[in-house]
């Protein structure tokens, strides 16, 4: 059997709705794309998925069907815009967002068998703080935490951090400020969830940067596309260009822990 390579597992979470989670996961994903890397976006939000929707794609499969044993994971693997592969959810269905033991398994089994084909696996969570949320969330290697300037957004994303810091020892956060007006305002979203953790938290947060309120993104999601494919030189897309190139310089993972099948199977333990 041949070495399993190393793949990069992130996953974009914010606690809050409506705070550009999914475009955010989204035009990463497509920027590392860009960049050469072989990316998988999952549309992790079980039960209510939306990347599909965001961009307007109708998958022919779904997880559901994955989990069915209906089908294989590269029955379900949709092209995205970029070169990027998507891995759509089942929307509305309520069975989704309560996996059992057996269709764990099957999950794991799934993405195993996908592993040679990804450097970059991108995991748009749901919104809130569910039990689902922190299992996908705890068992990537990386957590990008997405947060606007407003009170609801940074409290919600600091009990993220908490949660998961005090109950699963996760230390390290990569936080990203969107919808910000100024470049300053996106160091000041910084500030305030910086400050909050360190006087309450063991845990290291990083600025990834700030993607500002840019009416182009408006316009791409009106047109269900992604505004990095859309409008490549609009503001917003060169930010998330700008943090695509951060991501791209972090260190491959070398430890058991960057393969795929150890995500999959801390997703499962966590889940149970």
Same mark, same amino acid.
């Given at each position: 059997?041949?070495?399993? !390579?190393?793949?990069?597992?992130?996953?974009?979470?914010?606690?809050?709705?409506?705070?550009?989670?999914?475009?955010?996961?989204?035009? #990463?994903?497509?920027?590392?794309?860009?960049?050469?890397?072989? %990316?998988?976006?999952?549309?992790?939000?079980?039960?209510?998925?939306?990347?599909?929707?965001?961009?307007?794609?109708?998958? =022919?499969?779904?997880?559901?069907?994955?989990?069915?044993?209906?089908?294989?994971?590269?029955?379900?693997?949709?092209?995205?815009?970029?070169? #990027?592969? &998507? %891995?759509?959810? @089942?929307?509305?269905?309520?069975?989704?967002?309560?996996?059992? +033991?057996?269709?764990?398994?099957?999950?794991?089994?799934?993405?195993?068998?996908?592993?040679?084909?990804?450097?970059?696996?991108?995991?748009?969570?749901? @919104?809130? &703080?569910?039990?689902?949320?922190?299992?996908?969330?705890?068992?990537?290697?990386?957590?990008? #935490?997405?947060?606007?300037?407003?009170?609801?957004?940074?409290?919600?994303?600091?009990?993220? #951090?908490?949660?998961?810091?005090?109950?699963?020892?996760?230390? !390290?956060?990569?936080?990203?400020?969107?919808? @910000? $007006?100024?470049?300053?305002?996106?160091?000041?979203?910084?500030?305030?969830?910086?400050?909050?953790?360190?006087?309450?938290?063991?845990?290291?947060?990083?600025?990834?940067? /700030?993607?500002? *309120?840019?009416?182009?993104? =408006?316009?791409?999601?009106? !047109?269900?596309?992604?505004?990095?494919?859309?409008?490549? =030189?609009? +503001?917003? /897309?060169?930010?998330?260009?700008?943090?695509?190139?951060?991501?791209?310089? *972090?260190?491959? +993972?070398?430890? /058991? $822990?960057?393969?795929?099948?150890?995500?999959?199977? $801390?997703?499962?333990?966590?889940? =149970?």
């Amino acid at each position: 059997m041949a070495a399993m !390579r190393p793949v990069q597992v992130i996953a974009v979470t914010g606690g809050k709705g409506g705070v550009g989670k999914t475009n955010s996961a989204v035009n #990463i994903s497509i920027c590392l794309a860009e960049m050469g890397k072989k %990316v998988v976006l999952l549309d992790a939000d079980l039960g209510l998925a939306n990347v599909d929707i965001l961009l307007g794609i109708k998958p =022919r499969n779904t997880l559901e069907q994955v989990l069915q044993g209906a089908c294989g994971l590269n029955d379900v693997l949709v092209d995205g815009p970029g070169g #990027i592969r &998507i %891995v759509p959810a @089942a929307s509305g269905t309520q069975s989704m967002a309560d996996l059992q +033991p057996t269709e764990q398994a099957g999950l794991i089994h799934a993405f195993n068998e996908l592993a040679d084909e990804v450097d970059v696996l991108v995991i748009d969570t749901a @919104a809130g &703080i569910s039990h689902h949320v922190i299992a996908f969330t705890r068992a990537a290697q990386e957590v990008l #935490i997405v947060v606007t300037n407003e009170p609801t957004s940074l409290t919600d994303a600091f009990a993220m #951090i908490k949660v998961l810091n005090k109950n699963y020892g996760v230390h !390290r956060f990569h936080v990203l400020a969107n919808m @910000a $007006r100024t470049p300053q305002e996106g160091h000041e979203v910084f500030s305030k969830l910086s400050h909050a953790s360190d006087r309450f938290l063991d845990v290291a947060l990083v600025y990834l940067g /700030a993607v500002p *309120w840019d009416d182009y993104l =408006r316009k791409s999601v009106q !047109r269900q596309k992604a505004v990095c494919d859309v409008y490549p =030189r609009s +503001p917003s /897309a060169l930010a998330y260009r700008a943090v695509a190139q951060k991501i791209k310089s *972090w260190p491959v +993972p070398t430890s /058991a $822990r960057g393969h795929l099948e150890f995500f999959m199977d $801390r997703l499962v333990q966590t889940g =149970r």
